[in-house]
């Protein structure tokens, strides 16, 4: 932490911060310069809250210096970590594909998605039983329904399983059927369903919220591993701003820094990213150059007949072009599709 | 609903989507331009779910034409609404100022605050009992013992409590203290607690998502209204912007464009919106200006010591001097402080 | 300046920042914490450019403490800036109101424009003769013609000529014209533009870029004043988010911060930050409890025939009505209208 | 243009839009739906100015059908424009390399990038004489005397000049030397610079502005395009969102949507869009592999001593393996690096 002053700050002003902070518990550290001092402060473990400081008379402000995250960074946990369902591996080296389509619409559908992923050489699908709606007057999911028929889908197929926990209520039923459990870009925030989540015995696939920093994201993870659980996949999807040119704007750019603070794997959602089903295929691969560690991306046997987001899914031609892309592609960046 | 094709769209296509829009139940109204042709459609009585129609060849885009919204839209409810506690109304012609520390911190500060506050008029007593940190390591609030201090701080002093529901475990305990449930901005999205809520018996304080549009926020609303509890305040505490010289980019310019869309009382929380002690009396006076129905704003014994967010938080005197600005305000905008 | 060192730097590493500071004339301060190594840097006389730092091995991030304004700041000039023009002046304890049309459309409706405010008080008339548009096939305005027209309603009515320069090229023609010279929004950032009007020999209204920082606004008034004019009056026109609700965000919360980091006058300009009639009157009181030096307003005899942003223009019947109010406001705030 | 009537519009309020449209020489299509009435309005062969209608009693919102911008639309030109200078082509199935330092510094800097660059294969050297800064008091640029050195450069090496043109005044000079123009993001909407730039002889790189939606840059393009010069080439290099975790958010994700609206090309600047140098070679990657048509990539002899944007820029043996990895991705995309 720093404490900046005033350039007009008198000195027993500063007298009375350094005093404040040595009442904390904290080392001190004034610097004075041409124009006004500033106080470095040593001695903490963690990060200092500047609120008490902030308020002192003559401070301009308080500058923190400490991340405020530590299990989700790397500077304490320097490799790549990798996280593991029953059927594949999610991080370095890999690039692994979840899909599948937004929800579970019946049994048929889901069994004919699951068959042809699991001909392609897809290990994982996504689909939701209970879906997160905007308006209460559209399609809710078909709830507990929609997890026996992805569980059928496993037990026929031996695809695993992403799917999405809305909230505390289902989620033994969620973590019972899920080899990954989803936690929606609605939800990076819903500190009770993270805490639940910590201790579940699955992995979590933690989706960026619509206006989260990275730090904010970073720390939304840092709740699931606190409490235990440290498999924890990041999924970037969009975020919102001014642009109106696709729902949302896709941020890929956040894939090297977060590379850089984290260890943890970054997968992105160009289906929510963009949603337009045209616009999908181009960022996929823009993801995968930018070095993200897979994708969660929108299949539908028939996008004209989706109860939600058809808009935004291929179709298994579409879907086995891309493949056929990203294989090329993953092939010179020295990455294996899984 | 308005299918705009494009400009070199064939014949075939238009009728293409002529058909469609009939297998929909709807009726189809080609509008041959000098361009292009566009296809209104009537006979629908909700929102026409655009997808179907966006992926049929030949279609440039889908407009929207009806609301979303309904129980909370003006036109189907021209005048204000009334929103009641035992203790007072929010609504036309009165501004009602809810106030009080960020958390309760223990039984002293709150008896403290309520006094003051009773003694200088004020009706509703604002703390939280359960707090949303972004940081695990963060100070989460007293919980349920915290909920008791506020039930007997209304039992000493007659002030109605303003707290916070986080999760659906906790409903139950925050229904039966609280006067009006507040439900925060990290869970506008929150389907699960909405639906909770909309259950209630009390009334509803609905933050705005720090990224929601209007148009998502009265849809949140929505949810509320739909299960059954008409008694739904919003309130402006800030979006998440680029600006960087306070917290939140307080958004007063939504009060003009709410309260025509929509006959809902709305607050503004100033504290939230600019996060700095000397930034909140001005907005809170330009809140006032602006046609909101009241406040939601942090007062604390001692700011310096407060648990959180101390660095918004007014202490008494500085109330006392906003309340004073805002009763001599209040007059020639014919409007009476609550 | 603060350079913080990554938790893994060596002993080296932090070594070499020591000396490059010091190779840079400047004074270094290494502050060794538990977690990590810090240090600060003192002797400079202006902001250190962080860049040679920020690459060195070992260095996590440098962190600026010295602010880069210098002459638009309030540290070097604690009072309010006052602005004047021949027949009025903006700053403290006055609300200066400058109302008009969009544009010049012709002689007659400028004619009536400032006939009627004269008589009703107001000192400053807007209207653009030189128009920015965002499509090359919109109205760009009367140009020197319509200089001219504004020169003789200024003639005739005494009133004061508020036009907007959007090139070097009309600068002398504008300049002769102008009592205040308007640099719009997209030209905030128009260095060239900036260093011909800080050698004018009249007033600036300095509008906000519509992504623009506080400080990168200050530094553009930098650019002024540091040029010779130190007559500048910065004007928040709404700024880019992802709200949809109104044409642009307008950040009244900015209003605050720039009084206290800056001495210089702030205007507000409700029309373009809503875009909407019905929306300019609650953002106008709301200026002006905000602590707006005054306001920058659209007026048309004649809306609904405007030839640019006639939706967002008021008529006179509701100027007067909001005149009547603002008039009312500003009594117990201890402003005057000018 | 289609106008949306408010569910309690009467039949005269309905009638009075139907004879404004008529007014205006076109033709109302009155659509009674279930709730409400639109009127569609057909006739006009370009955009309606939708302000006289917006303001009459019982009109809702008024849609817009047509796009506004026409030469840069790919509706009336299917095929992708191809920009040519006398070394190289910018255009479909090449992938342009456009690299430098952020300003030209000296002469023997520059000889020494333009020899590396040539020895490398790139056509395109990017330098500033003349420097946008943020603060008056930043290092602007060597101005003619730039110039100069990028002149002798050419002669010497044959490399191409792309360099930035910040106003009217030295437009004949840059003109001269250029072979491309470039136009920054500060500048996007500067008209009477995007006026001139429409009489020049030589392509214009157009950047998008921090906060201009794709169609506000397709409008500015429209100048150009408008007054003669065809020769445009788009320049993505990071917008201004909330995101804080690099300098800009780079938007990929607008390549794909200006593909489709555009037959223009579009180049990526990953050294603004990032603002840091570990981030440029993922982002350029994906660049390539989302479909855009080249880079405009930050490369300097020295980056740890460059005057201005040395944290982004890549050295030479940095940019060495950049470019590598770029040819190996460039192959399976069907693309040639020029």
């Known amino acids: 932490m ?10 027993e002003q500063i007298q009375a911060v350094v005093e404040t902070i040595r009442e904390m518990g904290l080392t001190p550290h004034p610097l004075p310069g041409s124009t006004r001092t500033a106080i470095g402060i040593t001695g903490n473990t963690g990060a200092v809250d500047p609120r008490r400081l902030e308020v002192l008379p003559g401070v301009l402000e308080c500058i923190r210096v400490t991340k405020p995250f530590k299990l989700t960074g ?9 996280v593991r369902t029953p059927q ?7 690039f692994t594909i979840i899909a599948g389509p937004c929800s579970v619409e019946n049994e048929a559908m889901i069994f004919k998605t699951a ?22 007057y559209a399609f809710q999911g078909l709830g507990l329904e929609g997890l026996e028929i992805l569980k059928r889908a496993r037990e026929r197929t031996g695809i695993g399983i992403v799917t999405e926990l809305l909230d505390t209520e289902n989620a033994d039923a969620v973590e019972e059927v899920a080899d990954i459990i989803q936690i929606g870009t609605r939800n990076m925030q819903n500190f009770a369903l993270l805490r639940r989540v910590s201790r579940a015995q699955k992995p979590v696939l933690l989706k960026r919220g619509m206006a989260a920093t990275l730090e904010e994201w970073l720390l939304a993870a840092e709740y699931v591993m606190s409490g235990g659980n440290w498999q924890v996949v990041l999924c970037e999807r969009g975020v919102r701003t001014f642009s109106d040119h696709s729902r949302n704007t896709l941020d890929l750019s956040v894939i090297p ?17 963009t949603g337009k089903r045209d616009f999908v295929p181009p960022m996929a691969l823009a993801a995968l150059a930018a070095g993200a560690d897979g994708l ?16 935004q899914s291929l179709d298994f031609a579409q879907f ?6 990203l294989h090329r592609l993953a092939e010179p960046l020295g990455r294996t599709l899984a």
């Open 2 to 11: 720093l404490v900046v002053m005033q350039v007009n700050a008198t000195a």
């Open 320 to 325: 086995d072009k891309l493949l056929d892309m």
């Open 88 to 94: 594949t591996r999610i991080g370095p080296g890999t």
């Open 74 to 82: 790397r500077e304490m946990h320097p490799e790549d970590s990798v």
């Open 115 to 136: 068959e042809y992923l699991v001909s392609r050489g897809i290990k994982l699908l996504r689909a939701g039983a209970f879906k997160p709606r905007t308006s209460p």
């Open 257 to 273: 820094p977060a590379k850089l603070l984290s260890h943890l794997p970054i997968l992105v959602d160009p289906s929510h990213g």
């Open 296 to 311: 969660l991306i929108e299949v539908h046997p028939q996008p004209e007949r989706a109860l939600s987001d058809g808009a």
